[in-house]
Nanobody, 124 residues
Framework: QVALLESGGGLVQPGGSLRLSCAASGRNFSDYAMGWFRQAPGKEREFVAALNWKGSLTTYADSVKGRFTISRDNAKNTGYLQMNSLNAEDTAVYYC?????????????????WGQGTQVTVSS
C-alpha cells in the first residue's frame, strides 16, 4: 500500500491559480499510475485527471482540460495538480489516488490508495 497526503488547497479568487501536491510514502510511488478526483458538496465524486507511471500519458475531464495540468516527480515521490483559471464550479474536496494503470485509475477502479483530501474553495 502507498499512503497519500494531499496539500496546497485553500481559498482562491475566481480566475486565480493553485497547485496541489500529493506526497506518497510506503511502496514505490513510481510503480503506480496516479489520478486526481474531486467531490463538491451534495455531489458524487468525479474524475479530474490521471497520469501514467512514468509521466508520459495523461487524460483529463472535459471540464478542466486546458486549465489543469497533472504532473509527477517520481524522485520526490510526489504528484501535482496545477490549477489555473479557477471558477466557482471547481470548488470541491480534491483527492489523490494511485492505481495499477491510467485507464483503471481514471475510472476509479482498482484504486490502491486514496488520500484524505484537501479543500479548494473558489470565491470572491
Amino acid at each position: 500500500q502507498v499512503a497519500l497526503l494531499e496539500s496546497g488547497g485553500g481559498l482562491v479568487q475566481p480566475g486565480g491559480s493553485l497547485r496541489l501536491s500529493c506526497a506518497a510514502s510506503g511502496r514505490n510511488f513510481s510503480d503506480y499510475a496516479m489520478g486526481w478526483f474531486r467531490q463538491a458538496p451534495g455531489k458524487e465524486r468525479e474524475f479530474v485527471a490521471a497520469l501514467n507511471w512514468k509521466g508520459s500519458l495523461t487524460t483529463y475531464a472535459d471540464s478542466v482540460k486546458g486549465r489543469f495540468t497533472i504532473s509527477r516527480d517520481n524522485a520526490k515521490n510526489t504528484g501535482y495538480l496545477q490549477m489555473n483559471s479557477l471558477n466557482a464550479e471547481d470548488t470541491a474536496v480534491y483527492y489523490c489516488a494511485v492505481g495499477a494503470s491510467l485507464s483503471l485509475t481514471a475510472r476509479g477502479y482498482e484504486i490502491d490508495s486514496w488520500g484524505q483530501g484537501t479543500q479548494v474553495t473558489v470565491s470572491s
